[in-house]
T-cell receptor, first 113, second 114 residues
Framework: DQQVKQNSPSLSVQEGRISILNCDYT??????FLWYKKYPAEGPTFLIS?????DKNEDGRFTVFLNKSAKHLSLHIVPSQPGDSAVYFC????????????FGAGTQVVVTP | ETGVTQSPTHLIKTRGQQVTLRCSSQ?????VSWYQQALGQGPQFIFQ???????GRGNFPPRFSGLQFPNYSSELNVNALELDDSALYLC?????????????FGPGTRLTVL
């Protein structure tokens, strides 16, 4: 039972433009949401998180938006850079224990010059 | 500071065999979580160890078992391997109380079951 869904397996965006990655979830008990980035042959690395009491969190070029009523979150990357080309995973947790995460299937982002 | 390391990088086993995967946590980290990532999927939580005790388990059968050692390194053991066990196995370590801080992932072990 997939509780976290990323319905876009891939996204292509031009350098300098905005990348928008979407994620939907079904479990209303999720309290924390995280985004990870993964390069080939490396483990996922943490990007940004948001708790369920907020609707926006920003860190440099990365902003995550949470819409609890729609059970939807999105990651905005502005401006997109070639080094952002990677697989992005949305993840969620029912508690502050970020070691027990439910992940989506990932979105492959390709940033073209 | 050494990051999270995993061994081996790759291995090939046949159905019915047993396998042990190893994870060295980052210095100062007391919690290790294991994930299975099948091709085209996101990582699936297997279990977590906090200070040598299992601290939660995902939807995996008992033939998936683990250990955490006093130095907080960890092993994942899989018995009676099945073809569907072919996947990338990731471990992640973190500090704090049972995963309350950011977790850092290792590069993974690619297991192929023939």
């Amino acid at each position: 039972d997939q509780q976290v869904k990323q319905n876009s397996p891939s996204l292509s965006v031009q350098e300098g433009r905005i990348s928008i990655l979407n994620c939907d979830y079904t479990n209303s008990m999720f309290d924390y949401f995280l985004w990870y980035k993964k390069y080939p042959a490396e483990g996922p690395t943490f990007l940004i998180s948001i708790s369920s009491i907020k609707d926006k969190n920003e860190d440099g070029r990365f902003t995550v938006f949470l819409n609890k009523s729609a059970k939807h979150l999105s990651l905005h990357i502005v401006p997109s850079q070639p080094g952002d080309s990677a697989v992005y995973f949305c993840a969620a947790s029912e508690s502050r224990n970020w070691g027990k995460l439910q992940f989506g299937a990932g979105t492959q982002v390709v940033v073209t010059p | 500071e050494t990051g999270v390391t995993q061994s081996p990088t790759h291995l090939i086993k046949t159905r019915g065999q047993q396998v042990t995967l190893r994870c060295s946590s980052q210095s100062g980290h007391n919690t290790v979580s294991w994930y299975q990532q099948a091709l085209g999927q996101g990582p699936q939580f297997i279990f977590q160890y906090y200070r040598e005790e299992e601290n939660g388990r995902g939807n995996f059968p008992p033939r998936f078992s683990g250990l955490q050692f006093p130095n907080y390194s960890s092993e994942l053991n899989v018995n009676a391997l099945e073809l569907d066990d072919s996947a990338l196995y990731l471990c992640a370590s973190s500090s704090g109380t049972g995963g309350s801080n950011e977790q850092f992932f290792g590069p993974g072990t690619r297991l192929t079951v023939l």
